[in-house]
T-cell receptor
Framework: GAVVSQHPSRVICKSGTSVKIECRSL??????MFWYRQFPKQSLMLMATSNEGSKATYEQGVEKDKFLINHASLTLSTLTVTSAHPEDSSFYIC?????????????FGPGTRLTVT | GNSVTQMEGPVTLSEEAFLTINCTYTATGYPSLFWYVQYPGEGLQLLLKATKADDKGSNKGFEATYRKETTSFHLEKGSVQVSDSAVYFCALRGYNNNDMRFGAGTRLTVKP
């Protein structure tokens, strides 16, 4: 149980276009999902916390108009990278926290590698 | 704020060698501590966890003990295998936070 999927696993897009990444909790409901960004050979950096039915909370320095997050249901959160630039190329990982979890467990998706050309 | 510091890599070991990856943390309250493993091209997988002081997490031969007195959560394995080659992340979750703080990761390479 507690499986989180991401789609797509890899995407290549041209500079100036927008890309949507989906994060799904497959066998549980998640009131809260998290979006992380990982640069090569570096750790994960939390970008934003996605709450079902409300606006996402962004970490300092993350542009909310560039990284649009929508958590429309208890099993789906999407991250849209708008007007992508090569510096947005990165590995994006989501995690989901089961609703009502006593200790706020998080389960991670396999990641999406974005390359902007 | 909360933070995690882990041993810098890369670490290269021969098969069957003993592994230690150091991890220390700074936190308020009573954090939960985790070790995650990331294989090439994949996301993070939970390796083990400990939710209170003196707890020992263990999985697949790996162990780590939550030491409050030294604010540490060092990862150990008695005999590593080539298949253990990956990047290992120490992480902390605050008691009343829904987010995680990760260490920088330690790349382990095990040679036959």
């Amino acid at each position: 149980g507690a499986v989180v999927s991401q789609h797509p696993s890899r995407v290549i897009c041209k500079s100036g276009t927008s890309v949507k990444i989906e994060c799904r909790s497959l066998d549980f409901q998640a009131t809260t999902m998290f979006w992380y960004r990982q640069f090569p050979k570096q750790s994960l950096m939390l970008m934003a916390t996605s709450n079902e039915g409300s606006k996402a909370t962004y970490e300092q320095g993350v542009e909310k108009d560039k990284f649009l997050i929508n958590h429309a249901s208890l099993t789906l959160s999407t991250l849209t990278v708008t007007s992508a630039h090569p510096e947005d190329s990165s590995f994006y990982i989501c995690s989901a926290s089961p609703s009502g979890a006593l200790h706020y467990e998080q389960y991670f998706g396999p990641g999406t590698r974005l390359t902007v050309t | 704020g909360n933070s995690v510091t882990q041993m810098e890599g890369p670490v290269t070991l021969s098969e069957e060698a003993f592994l230690t990856i150091n991890c220390t943390y700074t936190a308020t309250g009573y954090p939960s501590l985790f070790w995650y493993v990331q294989y090439p091209g994949e996301g993070l997988q939970l390796l083990l966890k400990a939710t209170k002081a003196d707890d020992k997490g263990s999985n697949k031969g790996f162990e780590a003990t939550y030491r409050k007195e030294t604010t540490s959560f060092h990862l150990e394995k008695g005999s590593v295998q080539v298949s253990d080659s990956a990047v290992y992340f120490c992480a902390l979750r605050g008691y009343n936070n829904n987010d995680m703080r990760f260490g920088a990761g330690t790349r382990l390479t095990v040679k036959p």
